[in-house]
């Protein structure tokens, strides 16, 4: 296949040859804005050039219109088109019809190399589930390090941390290499690249009070301070707890802001008397838009304070809890907030916690987390989903680079305590994690020993993890099984049907990542 953009006046003469160099009719086209969902396809506009597919077919196609062509005689080597409008000749593969889906380039599944992130935040050595997998799979090439916190298990092609088919093979590479692997709807909408990202995430202290930019925001970022926004991708993304797992996650609703204000000084002086006043005001049926700018306002005065302001103020908490501890139960907040002062000592993001709703996932439990929401996960670890990007912007809790001003300009303000998934249960063994985005689903596989389940092709790529257990994969048309253990990633390329075996003394646990089926259907 070509695609050729002609000048004026979109014409040319076509002929094929084989190896004897005779010339036959055998190109069939037409000349059509292009609305096809092929992935080597580009959309057009009254503006662009109109594009032609042309495509090498069998000779005995010759006297019959594509729709109507066979398979199956032998195709022909190669198409040879004499392109009479730009005098350039072109040399074509022969294919079979194209109406039915493409096979995958390569077998029906690859196991991956991924890389670990070794944030500050994460847990160490065997502690770790990151560490864990990273040196029960591919190699064993990453021991549990007790010097060394493993955060975050990395499955994607982001450039950041890209996973490898082998040492010198990223996977980033061959799916721009092989967009077919992708499926058309997928390579259409993204080009040739993995929509999602896909983590591991093992959690010993806060991260950061964060939010990820929407795609306008994440563009100007990026152009602005590229070594800050390393992509111009927006970042939706899903948590789904693997233990107990704990997080900051959207603003608290205009009571419990109202009940902060009374009860915490602190927080108090550092807001204003002023600004915390028309927050006070608020009436209860003027709740939500209403209290929007009042609430940013009073959020980033305090997120604004001064250094030696804040300190000062989260001493004086500090101090005053610990007191009052001796008397009476501190609430989970004023507990919270205590941890947070030993992590990170003097930060703004101390007090910035009585903001934002106490989440607490258990395992199997689900959090979507939209564009421009404030967050911050706080203890355990997790499966994590995201669209393909590594954008952050930070205000505290962190001792990396803070952009406060953008944080407090960017959010939504929305108070709303944020749903819990429960996942859908798909088929026997097998719930699926559906966010509000395109471009990825979470499926979570749990096999008593000696059962089996297949997943039917979908025209979209997918990335497994072996969590837990043993057992057999077989994928697509290849007739050997490949081993499953504890640790093992596979990709696996659009149409391809995959059946899993539980073969171990025990449950075989995986996660799949996807594109999101609602999009695909």
């Known amino acids: 296949r070509v695609l050729w953009s002609p000048p004026p006046p979109h014409s040319f003469a076509a ?80 294919e079979d019809d194209a109406s039915a889906p493409p096979a995958p380039p390569l077998p029906g599944l690859m196991r991956l190399r991924c890389a670990v992130q070794h944030y500050d935040w994460g847990r160490r050595g065997a502690d770790s ?17 007790e010097s060394r916190p493993c955060a975050e298990l990395w499955m994607g092609t982001h450039p950041s941390a890209p996973s490898s088919l082998a040492p010198d093979v990223s996977l980033r590479d061959w799916v721009a290499r092989n967009p077919a692997a992708l499926g058309r709807a997928v390579a259409a909408r993204w080009g040739g690249d993995l929509p999602f990202l896909f983590k591991v995430l093992s959690v010993a202290k806060a991260l950061s009070i964060q939010a990820h930019p929407d795609r306008d925001l994440a563009r100007a970022l990026h152009a602005l301070r590229p070594a800050a926004y390393r ?27 109202k009940e902060v204000l009374r009860t915490v000084p602190e927080v108090l002086e550092l807001v204003g008397k002023d600004e915390a006043a028309k927050l006070m005001s608020v009436k209860e049926q003027n709740e939500g838009i ?27 908490l500090k101090g005053r809890l610990d007191g009052e501890s001796k008397v009476r139960a501190l609430t989970k907040k004023e507990k919270l907030v205590l941890s947070l002062e030993k992590q990170y000592p003097g930060d703004v993001g101390v007090l910035a916690a009585f903001f934002f709703n106490y989440v607490k996932l258990n395992p199997g439990e689900a959090l979507y987390i939209g564009a421009n929401e404030p967050h911050a996960y706080l203890s355990g670890e997790c499966i994590e989903c995201m669209a393909t990007s590594d954008n952050v912007v930070r205000a505290g809790l962190t001792p990396k680079y803070r952009d406060v001003h953008t944080l407090c300009s960017m959010l939504t303000y929305n108070q709303m305590f944020p749903e819990i998934l429960k996942g859908v249960p798909v088929q026997p063994y097998v719930t699926r994690y559906i966010p509000q985005t395109d471009e990825f689903e979470v499926d979570h596989y749990l096999l008593p020993a000696g059962k089996s389940v297949t997943m039917s092709p979908v025209p979209g790529p997918s990335i497994f993890l072996v969590m ?17 253990k504890e640790g093992n990633i596979f990709f696996v390329p659009a149409y391809t049907e995959v059946k899993l075996q539980a073969s171990g003394p025990g449950r075989m646990q995986l996660y799949r990542a996807g594109v999101n089926s609602e999009f695909l259907s």
């Open 129 to 145: 589930l990151v560490a864990r997998l990273a040196a029960a799979g591919e190699d064993g090439a990453v021991p549990c390090d």
């Open 290 to 316: 209403g209290v929007r700018p009042y609430l940013q306002s009073a959020f980033t005065n305090l997120m604004i304070a001064n250094e030696e302001a804040v300190s000062e103020a989260i001493s004086k």
């Open 468 to 484: 837990t257990g043993e057992g057999e994969i077989k994928a697509g048309s290849v007739p050997d099984e490949a081993k499953l």
């Open 231 to 257: 992509d111009a991708n927006h970042k939706p993304e899903m948590a789904v707890a693997v233990t107990e797992f704990t997080a900051l996650c959207g603003f608290a609703g205009t009571q419990e802001l």
């Open 15 to 94: 002929g094929c040859r084989r190896g004897s160099g005779s010339s036959l009719p055998l190109l069939q086209f037409s000349i059509k804005p292009n609305r096809s969902p092929n992935p080597l396809h580009t959309r057009t506009t009254a503006a662009t050039p109109l594009r032609i597919l042309l495509r090498a077919r069998s000779p005995t196609h010759s006297a019959r219109p594509a729709a109507m062509a066979s398979s199956s005689a032998a195709a022909p080597a190669s198409l040879g088109l004499g392109l009479g409008a730009i005098g350039r000749a072109l040399l074509l593969p022969a």
